[in-house]
């Protein structure tokens, strides 16, 4: 995935400061496990297909050596430190992780705490129409999630799709001689952000809701309803890349799943002859459906909404408001968001070429597709997913009175 360079300032590191967002790394207490042990440890965590997968990819996983300096569990929280004196020193990354910069390596999961805090995480499963919200260590990663990470990366070089993050080892953090979580160690291709590129408007949410309140059409030198845009980065390259890499994966059964669908996890880098390439990040809750040759209503209208939920997830946001009144339901809140992402979507409406040319490569009946892309469409959980795209009254409710924020992202 690549596209030729325009001027695009890619670092290895964030474009801000490090300063303060440099961290320390600490010795700890621990196990570090080789790839292939964590997985034969894990792997009945898995369903049957993905386990299948796990096997037969385990030669050369077992080939994986870990360097001698990464040998030894390392942390960010300095009280599972076993020496004041820190090994390495590496970049934030997000709340829980960090960045070498000079290695290109990411610890994911590297910060204990003994607190108990933990963070909200929104699930799908194939098959249902309401999302679940279940909550996950804020710290660390649960076994599963490694496991799944791991497995990420045998399916994307299984099917020839760009990886972003090689495995290297895990460390297995303990405390009284408990388990205390996990942290995954990786090689990776860069940190830089699509997010960091995102054009904001020069306003807030309250000056957009007065836009539309007053029907002004320009606002803070945007058109109301558009889609944010990217610095210098061609619109169309990225959504095209994009879309061709979800496309693939999905039509291969792999689903990263909501939270990781983020168009926070997108990731540009400077490849060969200056050449930007698109990367796609973060696989801790990724899963393998099995796809049928003739599938049946049922599961397309499961496939259908499991791919439009990531689709929609990964989009940039548009700068409307749709205001529902006190007592709508979730079928009128998509209904409305809807007829706006659709028509305003660059992601979605490559998406939708890369979807149909694939379905039809596989001989479905592009009728039953239809139908499934029409239900799919009034579904609660596509509904909660178009609440992040498209500023609502919903959205808006949710905020502190207090609260003067941006329109975000997601």
């Known amino acids: 995935m690549s596209c030729r360079r325009r001027n695009l300032p890619l670092g290895e590191a964030n474009p801000k400061e490090l300063g303060d967002l440099e961290v320390p790394l600490y010795e700890c207490t621990g196990k570090t496990y080789s790839i292939v042990e964590f997985v034969d440890k894990h792997k009945h965590l898995l369903n049957e297909c993905e386990e299948a997968l796990a096997d037969e990819n385990r030669g050369w996983l077992a080939q994986m050596s870990i360097p001698e300096d990464l040998r030894t569990c390392m942390t960010r929280s300095v009280e599972f430190a076993s020496t004041k004196a820190h090994v390495l020193t590496a970049k934030r990354s997000g709340g829980r992780s960090a960045y070498c910069v000079d290695r290109k390596l990411k610890l994911k999961g590297c910060r204990p705490v003994l607190d108990g805090a933990d963070y909200p995480i929104e699930i799908l499963h194939f098959g249902d129409e309401r999302i679940r919200y279940e909550r996950i260590p804020f710290g660390t990663m649960k076994a599963e999630s490694v496991v799944r990470e791991i497995l990420a990366y045998c399916f994307l070089k299984s099917n020839d799709l760009a990886v ?232 808006v409710s949710t905020l502190s009175a207090k609260r003067s924020t941006f329109y975000p992202h997601n």
């Open 164 to 395: 972003h993050s090689i495995p290297i080892c895990v460390y297995e953090y303990s405390l009284g001689g408990d388990s205390f979580g996990c942290c995954l160690v990786s090689e990776t291709k860069g940190e830089v952000r699509i997010e960091e590129f995102i054009e904001y408007p020069n306003c807030t949410v309250e000056d957009i809701v007065n836009a539309h309140a007053s029907g002004h059409q320009v606002m803070a030198g945007c058109a109301i309803g558009s889609e944010l845009s990217l610095r210098d980065i061609d619109i169309w390259w990225y959504v095209e890349q994009k879309s061709r890499f979800l496309s693939m994966m999905h039509f291969k059964g792999g689903f990263r799943g909501i939270l990781n669908s983020n168009i926070g996890n997108d990731v540009v880098v400077n490849g060969e002859n200056d050449e930007h390439q698109l990367y796609l990040c973060d696989f801790d809750t990724f899963r393998i459906v099995p796809i049928p040759d003739k599938p049946d209503m049922s599961f397309l209208r499961g496939f259908v909404l499991q791919c439009m939920v990531e689709v929609a997830k990964g989009s940039l946001s548009i700068l409307e408001y749709v205001d529902f009144g006190a007592d709508c339901t979730y079928l009128q809140i998509a209904d409305a968001l809807g007829e706006v992402y659709f028509k305003k979507s660059s992601l979605w409406h490559s998406y939708k070429r890369q979807f149909y040319i694939r379905a039809e490569q596989r001989r479905w009946d592009l009728d039953s597709v239809n139908e499934a892309f029409r239900v799919m469409g009034k579904t609660e959980a596509f509904a909660s997913i178009l609440c992040s795209c498209v500023l609502n009254s919903h959205y």
